[in-house]
T-cell receptor
Framework: AQSVAQPEDQVNVAEGNPLTVKCTYS??????LFWYVQYPNRGLQFLLK??????LVKGSYGFEAEFNKSQTSFHLKKPSALVSDSALYFC????????????FGAGTRLTVKP | KAGVTQTPRYLIKTRGQQVTLSCSPI?????VSWYQQTPGQGLQFLFE???????NKGNFPGRFSGRQFSNSRSEMNVSTLELGDSALYLC???????????????FGPGTRLTVL
């Protein structure tokens, strides 16, 4: 079965600095990969996804993610962090050959300090 | 377009009771999935419905059940509530096409269930 690992429970960065939130995945086939963000007392909001093609995917709010097949990673990045980016970030994966069962990572709490 | 709506937003029940949560997907979305979110277990997949049929099921006991209506609205039911069922229950909908699995999901705000 597919699975996702987010190795960092917490990431702290200063405002204006670049940020990276890490994600690695495991699937038997080819992956569909997603990033979501969750603000307090809210549902998850879609940020970006990798389906196929260009390994660098650009999404909402200036976020981007790079798909690396050899390292089975899909790290989320932003060149310049904002305090308002502070939230809980989830990476998710579907195995292309196994229907719509989506598996989420445990989440990484990003804190951006002014 | 209106987003995914979930009712009620907050619910307090006691052990042994049962509860029904409701989800209205985005208009035109036919796939509805349910997740349980807790601090200790993270986001866990409960089940997915499409065209009134359960297509996928996570690893939860039979006390957790769901259904989907012809208008794509979905309900989930938890019977014989336990303290450990306290969680945020999230519903998500997605459009379905020939490559449905590549579609992102759109989440509702969740129902916060507290079991006393």
């Amino acid at each position: 079965a597919q699975s996702v690992a987010q190795p960092e429970d917490q990431v702290n960065v200063a405002e204006g600095n670049p940020l990276t939130v890490k994600c690695t995945y495991s699937v038997s086939g080819n992956p569909y990969l997603f990033w979501y963000v969750q603000y307090p007392n809210r549902g998850l909001q879609f940020l970006l996804k990798y389906i196929t093609g260009d390994n660098l995917v650009k999404g909402s709010y200036g976020f981007e993610a790079e798909f690396n097949k050899s390292q089975t990673s899909f790290h989320l990045k932003k060149p310049s962090a904002l305090v308002s980016d502070s939230a809980l970030y989830f990476c998710a994966v579907r195995d292309q050959g196994r229907g719509n069962d989506m598996r989420f990572g445990a989440g990484t709490r990003l804190t951006v300090k002014p | 377009k209106a987003g995914v709506t979930q009712t009620p937003r907050y619910l307090i029940k006691t052990r042994g009771q049962q509860v029904t949560l409701s989800c209205s997907p985005i208009s035109g979305h036919r796939s509805v999935s349910w997740y349980q979110q807790t601090p200790g277990q993270g986001l866990q997949f409960l089940f997915e419905y499409f065209s009134e049929t359960q297509r996928n099921k996570g690893n939860f006991p039979g006390r957790f059940s769901g259904r989907q209506f012809s208008n794509s609205r979905s309900e989930m039911n938890v019977s014989t509530l336990e303290l450990g069922d306290s969680a945020l229950y999230l519903c998500a909908s997605s459009p379905m096409g020939s490559s449905g699995a590549s579609n992102e999901q759109f989440f509702g705000p969740g129902t916060r269930l507290t079991v006393l």
